[in-house]
């Protein structure tokens, strides 16, 4: 059996899921947790080692590195998707 129909199985992504996951509040709401989850991070490491120097040069550039990959992953998928959209007509299914 391929692995990646094993996979597609596992997910259990419906039309209702899928409808859920591609909302535009939810690709926007992705992009807002990650900062929030450095800030619970940071504000961790000051409960747990009380104060703490914190480097914000290395954690905003750590940061800016984690959107540009998405950003760059994002780009790639569209330029794909540009490529192959006439190859297939489910792939021509999927515009609107």
Not at 75 to 82: F, I, N, S, T
Request: proline share 4%.
């Amino acid at each position: 059996m391929d692995i990646f129909k094993i996979t597609e199985r596992s997910f259990a992504m419906d039309d209702e899921v899928w409808a859920h996951h591609a909302n535009p509040w939810s690709v926007w709401t992705r992009y807002t947790t990650l900062p929030l989850i450095i800030i619970a991070i940071i504000g961790m490491v000051f409960v747990i080692w009380g104060v703490a120097v914190l480097a914000i040069w290395p954690t905003l550039f750590g940061t800016a590195l984690v959107y540009l990959g998405k950003l760059w992953f994002c780009d790639r998928m569209v330029w794909l998707y540009e490529d192959t959209k006439d190859a297939d007509p489910q792939y021509q299914s999927w515009l609107y």
